[in-house]
């Protein structure tokens, strides 16, 4: 079974570019969840998708955050227009069942310039 | 507010010892909580879930304990390897509502051969 897919691994933007990462959960997992770790700080939530929906968004930092999971699939995260302070490990994780075990990926290093 | 602490920060013993990894939390109204390894650069990876009505899981060498009352879990890894070098995170989400997630900061353990 594959595990949960980040795409890019790493993404070396300037200040005032977009970017887009992308998100694949394990197949048939409802729950996605997306992270950011900034440098020296804890793991911190953005949002949570069931399915197509977002269920809570309140860990995102602001208006320039767009997150979208088209037909309860893979989830996109757009920073735009990135700022230097974005700059971190976006991780996105997803589970499955009433358990709610999440699965990481391995992250995307953001680091804007 | 969820707040979630880990102490220590960081941890080096020789190869071969017993080891506990401390985790706690404010809030006790709990889901579950989950342990997790990561590794430099990598994702994190799940070790172990318990369940709020659990008090224990076992899996291997790591055994993680729940005191819900007292706002703590723990981590016991035995007879440590030079492999099990990484850092060691927990992760709390809440019961009710959004069952939003918090992670603690971290054990960086380094295993000495």
């Known amino acids: 079974e594959a595990g949960v897919t980040q795409f890019p691994s790493h993404s070396v933007i300037e200040k005032g570019q977009t970017v887009t990462l992308r998100c694949d959960p394990i197949?048939?997992?409802?729950?996605l969840y997306w992270y950011r770790r900034v440098m020296g700080k804890e793991i911190k939530f953005l949002l949570h998708?069931?399915?197509?929906?977002?269920?809570?968004e309140s860990g995102m930092p602001n208006n320039r955050f767009l997150a979208e999971r088209t037909g309860g699939t893979y989830s996109t995260l757009k920073v735009q227009p990135a700022e230097l302070e974005d700059s971190g490990v976006y991780f996105c994780a997803s589970s499955g069942g009433l358990l709610y075990e999440q699965y990481f990926g391995p992250g995307t290093r953001l680091t804007v310039t | 507010k969820q707040e979630v602490t880990q102490i220590p920060a960081a941890l080096s013993v020789p190869e071969g010892e017993n080891l506990v990894l401390n985790c706690s939390f404010t809030?006790?109204?709990?889901?579950?909580l989950q342990w997790f390894r990561q590794d430099p650069g990598k994702g994190l990876t799940s070790l172990l879930l318990?369940?709020?009505?659990?008090r224990e899981q076992t899996s291997g060498r790591l055994n993680a304990s729940l005191d819900k009352s007292s706002g703590r879990s723990t981590l016991y890894i035995a007879a440590s390897q030079p492999g099990d070098s990484a850092t060691y995170l927990c992760?709390?989400?809440?019961?009710?509502?959004?069952?939003?997630?918090?992670f603690g900061t971290g054990t960086k353990l380094q295993v000495i051969p």
């Open positions: 998708f069931v399915k197509e929906s977002k269920q809570d």
């Open positions: 992760a709390v989400r809440l019961s009710g509502g959004y069952q939003k997630v918090t």
């Open positions: 318990i369940q709020s009505s659990q």
């Open positions: 809030d006790s109204a709990i889901y579950n």
């Open positions: 197949s048939g997992h409802d729950n």
